[in-house]
């Protein structure tokens, strides 16, 4: 269990490793103790532990060898020791791994709490459901405010956060997104030869824009889920079907492009740069979106940056300077 | 506690109510049955039921009345009664409610476990940290997803999705937004004549564009965040605030772009053009995403649904036509 590449990849950003999230105040006995001496020692003190759904069997070099429910311990004989009917089968996060792992494990298993273990499977401490929970509504969080270009501090979502606070964490992004509006601009005036004396080129911009945007942001979505639930996925494998994808999706909406302007503007040089400027435009974005996010996340950094207003200037930018460049080619053509 | 507008509201969608989440697998006793009597049951049958972390007093009617940790009852004395130990002020669910509370609760309070019960406060289950854990994880997808403009079906995030299932959930969202883009696209051509006499205009389409989109975005996730969290917000305070924090933003980037305009292409009819559109259609769009996902969620749908395709669309579509409405007037008046 947990051979992520997180693990390896994860040794900055120490305050999201999983081991900052877990609390030693666990049970964790010899496997040779008795179900009776658990059961004393819940009874002079169980509120001193932080959770108690389950007891721990570490042998004397602290190594975790085994796992019982406290629902188990309490159904068995006072006798029976620990190692009779303990699960050695025991799933555990490594300390340093993302602490986002701990949803996905939880979730993937069922489980309420998970040990974590060192380099040598030393038990260090669990993490509980309610760090569990609120691990996850910290990623939730972060991946929202990110991809809706809002810094995310705290305080964010209360009727009582005055106005300018709220302008100054929703600035930032709309700042950079029109910096790079306004290298679009320089682009389309740079070409505005091409415009004047094809007016109609300046119709498709919106549409090529939103598709190339939008075939992107479906790109980077499913690779920053995968690269979360299965962080070692083959990578050439998956960027192969992503352009694969690509291309069928770029050529359908280039077919339909093409007809919607030969049946509404009857132009059809217009309908061939615009249906080319499409394809070319979304099969680029869905490998770029997608090998920006597994990059960024083997660099250490948060993959749902490819989703943020950088990404889409460099997408819109892109996109609008292939467009003119494919209109100025083929209008010189024919 | 539990005192949420979403209460009334929620009829339809009943499967997403928060009673078809729960287990009936809990330990409910009498406020006067003893410490003794509960550690037996627990002896005997502990691996009966789903959740043992809290003992839930009910009354003869099966009213919740009481709840105690089944830490305090392990460290009780045997002849301790519920009584004497339990929390009288419980937190709870109304059957009623979207599941989605469940989770907000539980960070709120740092429950593991919530009760659910009727409009009598009878005790009909409990949602389990398990569930809590699989509903936050069903609604942090569904939203991925429906924000992204993918299909929310099963099987999405593997390495064995064939690509055809792949390119099936992502082509209707993008085929929406093709539909939008060719209204923009016929909208641009209707307004040729202005085009043409301004060619520049084209060039400030993509970023007039972009911000608008980008504060509607914004407006959508902190509204949709706030009716997850406090359902009963003060409407109309708060899209007040809301219309203020379009009026700062808009005047700062119809500023900046009147700046940036006179400096870079210095044609100050252009710049007052753009300027303005930035400021009406900031302003509109960021009360327009507000409203729609407060009403969307008065009528029991999604709020989430209003950032999908069609509300960008509906933005794309109505700020060009603001933008070309205000080019035609400004350069006729001057």
Redesign the interface.
Same mark, same amino acid.
């Given at each position: 269990m947990t051979k992520s590449k997180f693990e390896n990849q994860e040794k900055s950003n120490h305050e999201h490793l999983v081991d900052t999230k877990m609390t030693r105040k666990y049970l964790a006995f010899s496997p040779s103790e008795t179900v009776e001496r658990i059961e004393d020692v819940?009874? @002079? #003190?169980?509120?001193e532990?932080e959770t !108690?759904?389950y007891v721990y069997a570490i042998d004397e070099n602290g190594i975790l060898v085994g796992v019982v429910? /406290?629902?188990?311990i309490?159904?068995s004989k006072h006798g029976t020791q620990l190692k009779e009917i303990m699960n050695t089968n025991v799933i555990s996060l490594k300390q340093h791994e993302h602490q986002e792992r701990a949803?996905y494990v939880?979730?993937k298993h069922?489980l309420?709490v998970i040990p974590v273990v060192d380099s040598e499977h030393r038990l260090l401490g669990v993490v509980t459901?309610?760090s569990?929970?609120?691990i @996850?509504?910290h990623e @939730?969080r972060k991946?929202?405010?990110r991809?809706?270009?809002?810094k995310h501090v705290k305080e !964010?979502?209360?009727?009582d956060t005055p106005?300018f606070s /709220?302008?100054k964490v929703?600035?930032p992004?709309?700042f950079i997104?029109?910096l790079?509006?306004?290298i679009?601009?320089?682009i389309?005036?740079n070409f505005?030869h091409v415009?004047?004396s094809y007016?109609?080129?300046?119709?498709?911009?919106?549409?090529?824009?939103?598709?190339t945007d939008?075939?992107g942001?479906?790109s980077?979505?499913?690779v920053v889920?995968?690269l979360a639930?299965?962080p070692g996925?083959?990578v050439s494998?998956?960027v192969l079907?992503e352009i #694969? !994808?690509g291309i069928?999706?770029g050529f359908?909406?280039a077919a339909?492009?093409f007809v919607?302007e030969i049946v509404?503007?009857q132009q059809i040089k217009l309908g061939i740069v615009v249906g080319m400027a499409v394809f070319f435009s979304m099969i680029f974005q869905a490998f770029f979106s997608t090998y920006l996010s597994i990059a960024l996340s083997r660099m250490k950094k948060d993959p749902a940056i490819a989703s943020g207003?950088i990404a889409?200037i460099i997408s819109?930018v892109t996109t !609008?300077a292939m467009y003119f460049a494919i209109a100025m080619m083929i209008l010189q053509i024919f």
């Open positions: 819940l009874d @002079f #003190k169980a509120r532990f !108690i759904g429910s /406290l629902k188990q309490l159904q949803v939880a979730l069922g309420k459901q309610k569990i929970l609120s @996850f509504h @939730f991946n929202l405010f991809t809706s270009g809002i !964010i979502e209360s009727m106005v /709220l302008v929703r600035f992004s709309l997104g029109m790079g509006g306004l679009a601009a320089s389309v005036t505005e415009l004047s007016i109609a080129l300046a119709s498709f911009i919106p549409v090529i824009v939103y598709l939008a075939i942001t479906q980077q979505t499913l889920r995968l639930i299965e996925f083959p494998r998956y079907r #694969k !994808i069928i999706l359908v909406f339909m492009l919607a509404g503007w207003p889409t819109d !609008i």
